[in-house]
């Protein structure tokens, strides 16, 4: 497993230890990071697509398609 190093000042260090030990809490931090920045794409990706096609539906048609979601 690659090590790799970061620099905390020592407020940031005692703010972290109160969660775990540095290298869990900077585990923890990276992980939600890369996830968030995954997020972040697909969503991204989503917007472009839902811009090229714009589909218009009625408010009795998307009350429709919210009922039929929840009865699943």
């Known amino acids: 497993m690659p090590t790799i190093t970061v620099r905390v000042s020592d407020e940031e ?3 972290l230890l109160k969660h ?3 290298s ?3 585990r923890e931090a990276l992980q939600l990071y890369l996830s968030t ?3 972040d794409e697909l969503i ?3 917007e472009q697509l839902q811009r090229k096609n714009r589909i218009r ?3 009795a048609e998307d ?3 919210i009922n039929e979601d929840r009865e699943r």
């Open 13 to 15: 260090k005692k703010r």
């Open 20 to 22: 775990g030990t540095l």
């Open 24 to 26: 869990k809490s900077v």
């Open 37 to 39: 920045r995954q997020s």
């Open 44 to 46: 991204g990706k989503l």
């Open 57 to 59: 539906t009625t408010t």
């Open 63 to 65: 009350v429709r398609l």
